[in-house]
Structures are given as structure tokens and as C-alpha cells.
């Protein structure tokens, strides 16, 4: 579904263009896809010579859902120092919390495609758990205990 959109990230950046197919939700619950994403980057970090890839300029990208696992194997890869250094990390429209459906870019935008809220929080919930049932839960931010709400309002919060 991706294979135009990298050929012309290759031919516009004049970059070598790697597309890591995963396995997807609700077949595959989560690790599934992060471990998939991961374990490509990491073969492809651990055999740059093979591919003739200067070290230098590996970037990871995703959009979506995949925006969410590109960000989490870069997270994963920051403190790694038996692997080059990921020079960037390019995400699009990623999907990066489900702690609050309820925040201004929901409360704002509710009637804008691409992903209404109730679907962000029913995708969320197939990738993470196959189980979509406690949806109306998750929408009301019920699925959050206090004291974690409170640990990660300095990061998903209102203000």
C-alpha cells in the first residue's frame, strides 16, 4: 500500500527506501508489530555493509499506526551503543497515546476525518488487546487509574 510513497521519498531524498511489512492488528495483538518493526531495524542496522548504507543516514518513518512503531523503536534504539544512531525519526500522523481521548485536538476537531475519535480509541484497543468491548470506558478516560493520570499529565493533558 506504501510502495509509491517510497519511491518517491527514495528518488526525492536520493535515500535507500527499506519497508518493513508487519504483522497487523486484530490478528496480531501487540508486541507483534513492534517486535516485527524492531527486529528488521535492527538486522538492517547490524548489516549496513551488505546494503552499502552510510551509517550516518539511517532514518525511520511511519505514519498512523506505524508512526507509533517507528517512534517506539527509535525509542528503543536511543541507548543502544552496539548499533549506529538513528539520524531521525519522521512520523505522520502517528498514533502516540491512548491515555486521554479527550484532549483539545479531539474536543476541536470532532467531525474531522481521517480518524474520529471513537475510532482512534477502537483501533487502539484491537492493536493493544484484540478486545474492543470497554471502548465507551477508554472514550470517558475511566481506564486509567488516578495515580497514573497524575504521573503523565505533565506529558497528556488538557493544559
Given at each position: 500500500s506504501h510502495e509509491k510513497v517510497c519511491q518517491y521519498i527514495?528518488?526525492?531524498?536520493?535515500?535507500?527506501?527499506?519497508?518493513?511489512?508487519?504483522?497487523?492488528?486484530?490478528?496480531?495483538?501487540?508486541?507483534?508489530?513492534?517486535?516485527?518493526?524492531?527486529?528488521?531495524?535492527?538486522?538492517?542496522?547490524?548489516?549496513?555493509?551488505?546494503?552499502?548504507?552510510?551509517?550516518?543516514?539511517?532514518?525511520?518513518?511511519?505514519?498512523?499506526?506505524?508512526?507509533?512503531?517507528?517512534?517506539?523503536?527509535?525509542?528503543?534504539?536511543a541507548g543502544r551503543s552496539d548499533l549506529p544512531r538513528l539520524r531521525a525519526q519522521i512520523l505522520i500522523y502517528p498514533g502516540l497515546q491512548a491515555l486521554d481521548f479527550n484532549l483539545p485536538s479531539y474536543q476541536q476537531n470532532p467531525g474531522v476525518p481521517l480518524l474520529f475519535r471513537e475510532r482512534a480509541?477502537?483501533?487502539?484497543?484491537?492493536?493493544?488487546?484484540?478486545?474492543t468491548s470497554n471502548v465507551e470506558e477508554v472514550l470517558e478516560g475511566s481506564h486509567i487509574p488516578p495515580d497514573m493520570r497524575l504521573k503523565y499529565s505533565k506529558w497528556v493533558s488538557p493544559d
Open positions: 527514495a528518488k526525492e531524498s536520493g535515500s535507500l527506501v527499506v519497508s518493513v511489512g508487519y504483522r497487523l492488528a486484530p490478528e496480531h495483538n501487540y508486541p507483534a508489530a513492534y517486535e516485527d518493526c524492531l527486529n528488521a531495524t535492527q538486522h538492517f542496522l547490524q548489516h549496513l555493509q551488505h546494503y552499502a548504507v552510510d551509517p550516518a543516514r539511517v532514518t525511520v518513518c511511519g505514519d498512523s499506526a506505524g508512526g507509533n512503531l517507528a517512534a517506539a523503536v527509535s525509542q528503543t534504539l480509541a477502537f483501533f487502539a484497543l484491537q492493536y493493544l488487546q484484540g478486545d
